[in-house]
């Protein structure tokens, strides 16, 4: 029996796409039904038109084969911070309710260039700076959150409404809700992609990346985002890997899913012929306290210039949380802002010696797995560490917590590295995944 063409992971589609053995506008009416059927538990999309996806696909269908683009047809969900010239971009804000800019982001100009099919605009919460606000679900339990800020993007892949989607992350937005929503994630090397277009929260820590159900899809949009690292990366088997474990200074922080499932990774590797030290951070990378506040000091002070413009304007219809950062509520400092800058330029070049030793590193995805209730999306407690530490990242969604949800975890390679991590990936993703 043929599988219903929305299960297709993105590479599957492709081939039918490419080769019209399937039509788009076949392929994107088997999305929308899935989306109807389940949009009311699952509210993924902030807008969705099926006309516009329905116009856009007879258009793609009218393209010759020998001028199909890499993604020709393939349908990706853009998180509702990015904006896009034929759809409203709200920013998860009453600010900006149906607020059109006519103008496509970059990401989404170079996506729509490869052929892309644009499907919609995935829910956010406010500017991706509060914790909570879109009634999105997790697909695995509709009582659990999907995570935040990218909650739409996570769960309309998760939820097989579209094979891939856009996000963005300051602290955790992208590989936190991708491990609660047990999917595939690649936070790419930051600055490796431009967010032109999108909006801005903390530009040292900003990063864009997207969603999948696969790494080969996520392969897919590397290479049509053009991440290449200085030397091709090399074919290695099992067990030419090497891998550092990284529990970081949060670690007390972690549940049992989490434990278990950074254990149970470690363990399944080392059996499959994968090498491994449990190696930990030099005395110069500061203890929790002083990471969390150095990771406060730059991320707020830089908001302070993000939100003053929605500030001066309608400040009565913008988050508490956000007139917060706006007005300095925490009295950080230039100077102490100054001296996290220098603090983590320094780490990122130690962290950076490290992984350079090892093939990967693999670390926490999050705390644990997708806490109860809409009201709390979690905590980006083992990601913004990373993420201002400039280097890529890659969920693996392999592994489950006692209430049987998802929970990934994290390989991390040198920055720059991006392609070099999908490659070792790839090897050690399937290991995990088939032996877990």
Known sequence: MTPPLYTLTAVQALSLLKSDKVKVEQYAQSLLRRYHDNDNTVKAWAYLDSDLVLNQARALD???????????????????TMNTKDMPTQFGSPIYKGHQSGFDCSAVAILR?????????????????????PDTTNPHDPKRTPGGSSCGSAAAVADMQVPLSLGAQTGGSIIRPASFSGVFAMKPTHNAISTEGQKTFAPTFDTFGFFARSIEDLQLLADVFALKDDEPPQEVSIDQVTFALIKTPFWASAGPGTIEAIEEAATILQKCGATFDEVYFP??????????????????GEAQAAFIREYRVDKA?????I??????????????????????????????????????????????????????????????????????????PAFHGPNDMPIGVSLVAPRYRDQHLLKVGQILGETMIQNA
């Open 323 to 396: 007139c917060g950062l706006v007005e300095n509520a925490s009295n950080y400092t230039k100077k102490e802002r100054l001296q996290a800058y220098d603090t983590y330029a320094n780490m990122r070049r130690l962290v950076d010696s490290i992984a350079e030793e090892y093939s990967v590193i693999l670390t926490p995805s999050a705390i644990d797995e997708a806490p109860l209730g809409l009201g709390d999306m979690g905590r980006a407690t083992f990601n913004t560490l990373w993420t201002g530490l400039h280097m890529p990242v890659i969920n693996i």
């Open 317 to 321: 219809n913008l988050a508490p949380e």
């Open 62 to 80: 009218q393209v010759p084969k020998d001028q199909r683009g890499p993604l020709h047809g393939l349908a990706i969900g853009v998180k509702d």
């Open 113 to 133: 260039a490869a052929g892309a099919l644009i499907f919609g605009k995935t829910t956010t919460t406010e500017f991706t700076v509060t914790n909570s606000g």
């Open 283 to 300: 005395s110069e990378v500061p203890d929790v306290e002083t990471l969390k506040r150095m990771q406060k000091v730059i991320i707020e």
